[in-house]
C-alpha cells in the first residue's frame, strides 16, 4: 500500500500543505516543534479516524481557525482510495472514502493499516498492563472484525455490569437473574478475546526477537508471554464465583480486562533491568512484529510512521534500524528527525528511493535532493 499525495489544512499547527510522496522513503526534517509529528499525526487521522496523541478533534484544530482537512489519496490492494476528513467546530466531523461518507467509523478501520513508532510507545513497557492489552486490541483489530466486535461487546457489556453492581449494592432485593445474564455474555465474548490475544503473541514472539537481535546485534535475550485469567479459572465460573466481592467493590474484579503481556529481559522484567537503549530497541522490535502481522494478514505492506526513533539509539542501532527500514521487508516508510546529513548518509548507502521534506513552523517543502549539507 501506498499513499501518493497528502493535503493537510488547519490540522495541529499545519496550516497548509500538499505533499507529492516517494513510494519509499519519506523524511521529514526539522527543529523540535516544527510540525513533523503533527505530519504523521495526519496521516495516522486517515487510517484510524482519530489522532495519535488522544486529542479531541477540536484541539486538533489549529490556533483559532473554524475548522481543519485531511486528505490522503492511497494505492491500495482495493484500488484507487480517496480518503477525506473534514471538521468544523460546533458540527459533526465527515468521513469519506472516494467521496462517500461512512456510517460507522469503525467500517473504516483495517481499509488502510498502519504501524507507527513513537515516543509514546515507551508506554508499553514502564506503564500498566492497560497499555499492552490497547496495544494487543489495537492491532487485531484491523485485520480481525469479528475480533473487533466481541471486544466493543465486551467492553459495554462490562460498562453495563459495574452500574448494576452499584445499583444492587444499593438494592434490598438485588436482580441475580440479570447479572447472569451479563455474565455468560461476557464470558463468552471473554473467551474469544483471550484465545485471539494469546495466539497474537504467540505469533509475535519469534519475530520480536530476531528483530531485536539485528537491532542490538543479539546481546540480549528478550521474551514474551501472555498472562491471562483462564490459565487460573473458567470465566464464566470465575465470574459467579467473585460476585459477593464485586458487590461490595462496585466494579468487576475478574475477566479478560485484567490480562497482561509480560515483557522479560534474560528472564527478568524488562522494566526493571533494561536500559533506555534496550527499552526502546525492544519496543522498535515488536512495532516492526507487528508491522509483519499486518503485512501477513492484510496481504499488503502497511504504511510505517517512525517518530523521533533515534532519541536513546546508540549510533550502530540507529543506522542498523535504517538500512533495515530501506531493505525491501519494509514499503513506504515515514522518517522524522532533526538531521539531514544523517538521513542522507545512510539512505544514499541503501539506494532505495527517497524525499526529504524540510518542516520549519507548520510549513512543509520538499528538499533539494542536491542540498547534502543542511541540518535543522
Known amino acids: 500500500m501506498r499513499l501518493d499525495k497528502l493535503s493537510i489544512v488547519n490540522y495541529r499547527n499545519i496550516g497548509a500543505a500538499d505533499l507529492t510522496l516517494s513510494a519509499g522513503v519519506n523524511c521529514l526534517v526539522g527543529e523540535n516543534g516544527a510540525g ?21 478533534d477540536s484541539l486538533n484544530i489549529r490556533h483559532e481557525e473554524p475548522f481543519f482537512v485531511v486528505q490522503g489519496t492511497y494505492d491500495a490492494p482495493s484500488g484507487r482510495e480517496e480518503v477525506y476528513c473534514g471538521f468544523k467546530r460546533g458540527q459533526k466531523k465527515q468521513f469519506k472514502r472516494n467521496k462517500k461518507e461512512y456510517q460507522r467509523l469503525s467500517d473504516h478501520i483495517g481499509l488502510l493499516p498502519l504501524v507507527v513508532i513513537s515516543p509514546a510507545d515507551e508506554a508499553l513497557i514502564s506503564e500498566s498492563a492497560e497499555a499492552r492489552r490497547k496495544y494487543a486490541d489495537g492491532v487485531i483489530s484491523q485485520c480481525d472484525k469479528t475480533y473487533m466486535e466481541s471486544l466493543m461487546a465486551h467492553n459495554r457489556l462490562l460498562t453495563q455490569r459495574n452500574i448494576l453492581l452499584k ?10 437473574g440479570l447479572l447472569d445474564v451479563y455474565d455468560q455474555q461476557i464470558a463468552h465474548h471473554g473467551n474469544i ?11 509475535l514472539k519469534p519475530v520480536v526477537t530476531n528483530l531485536y537481535n539485528q537491532i542490538s546485534d543479539g546481546h540480549e535475550d528478550v521474551g514474551m508471554a501472555y498472562a491471562t485469567c483462564l490459565d487460573r479459572y473458567d470465566l464464566y465460573g470465575g465470574l459467579v464465583e467473585a460476585r459477593p466481592r464485586d458487590l461490595i467493590l462496585g466494579y468487576t474484579s475478574r475477566g479478560v480486562q485484567k490480562d497482561d503481556i509480560e ?12 536500559s533506555q537503549g534496550q527499552r526502546k530497541s525492544f519496543v522498535i522490535a515488536l512495532k516492526l512484529a507487528q508491522y509483519h502481522y499486518l503485512t501477513e494478514r492484510k496481504a499488503t505492506r502497511p504504511l510505517l510512521l517512525l517518530d523521533d526513533v533515534f532519541d536513546k539509539l546508540d549510533s550502530s542501532r540507529g543506522d542498523r534500524l535504517i538500512a533495515m527500514m530501506a531493505s525491501d521487508d519494509f514499503g513506504q516508510t515515514f522518517i522524522t528527525d532533526t538531521d539531514m546529513a544523517r538521513l542522507k548518509d545512510v539512505l544514499g548507502k541503501v539506494g532505495k528511493d527517497y524525499k526529504i521534506f524540510i518542516v520549519d513552523r507548520g510549513k512543509a517543502t520538499e528538499a533539494d535532493p542536491q542540498d547534502t549539507q543542511t541540518r535543522q
Not at 167 to 176: F, G, K, N
Not at 263 to 274: A, H, L, N
Open 36 to 56: 513533523k509529528t503533527n505530519i504523521l499525526d495526519a496521516i495516522y487521522y486517515l487510517s484510524f479516524c482519530k489522532s495519535l496523541s488522544g486529542l479531541t
Open 167 to 176: 445499583q444492587m449494592a444499593a438494592s434490598e432485593r438485588p436482580d441475580l
Open 263 to 274: 515483557i522479560t529481559m534474560d528472564g527478568y522484567q524488562i522494566k526493571r533491568v533494561g
Open 193 to 203: 478475546i483471550s484465545a485471539k490475544r494469546r495466539e497474537f503473541v504467540e505469533w
